[in-house]
Nanobody, 118 residues
Framework: VQLQASGGGLVQAGGSLRLSCAAS????????VAWFRQAPGKEREFVAT????????IYADSVKGRFTISRDNTKNTVDLQMNSLKPEDTAVYYC????????????WGQGTQVTVSS
């Protein structure tokens, strides 16, 4: 499956952005989808995931209560709604997918830049 991330941009602290991860070549059916981010000089970190089998979601503690991951089956996208953004949320955000029975994410999008100004 090929992934395309979009929706990044520049926003002031306290603002909101909505990222979208679109799949081409097939649907997300049977796949867990996640968002990761990587800030300059830092390791890539997990942000959130939505699981195909039960539709459950998991969030990093740093974004819990502010970010919401959701799946839109009609548009074949997985979105990340980001509210109450902080400067420390600044990073390149990547969407990733794995077949639900796999242990690691092996499909990655190209990344979209999110910059939060103070």
């Amino acid at each position: 499956v090929q992934l395309q991330a979009s929706g990044g941009g520049l926003v002031q602290a306290g603002g909101s952005l909505r990222l979208s991860c679109a799949a081409s070549g097939r649907t997300f059916s049977g796949y867990d989808v996640a968002w990761f981010r990587q800030a300059p000089g830092k390791e890539r970190e997990f942000v959130a995931t939505i699981r195909w089998s039960v539709g459950g979601t998991i969030y990093a503690d740093s974004v819990k209560g502010r970010f919401t991951i959701s799946r839109d089956n009609t548009k074949n996208t997985v979105d990340l709604q980001m509210n109450s953004l902080k400067p420390e949320d600044t990073a390149v955000y990547y969407c990733a997918a794995k077949f639900s029975l796999d242990t690691s994410y092996n499909y990655w999008g190209q990344g979209t830049q999110v910059t939060v100004s103070s």
